[in-house]
């Protein structure tokens, strides 16, 4: 890589980066989740982060203990895991991102 190719991405999201499996597998969850509940019901009703918190930890658990897909779904448990910590996010940051205004400390320098 020259040094021209590092200035034109210096400072920019590396989104290149991303694995796009592990993001299609992602959206299955959410797809999942928008047939059994209802679309984007987790930013209504009566959720909490905390209820996310248990959830991502039981994905967690199950992964850890071997069990690598999710028996109900046959999705990754990493991407259930994935999909409820983006919900928790979502909490902390209200509906920044809906804004398209990062958060991130590298897209909000002052």
Known sequence: MEKSDLKIISGKCQVQYLIPSFLWEVGEVLSHGNKKYAPQNWQ????????????????LLKYWSGEKYDQETGLHHLAHATASLMFIFWYDNGDALANRVCQCPVCNKA
């Open 44 to 59: 209504w009703g009566e959720h909490r982060p905390l209820e996310y918190i248990g959830a991502t930890m039981r994905h």
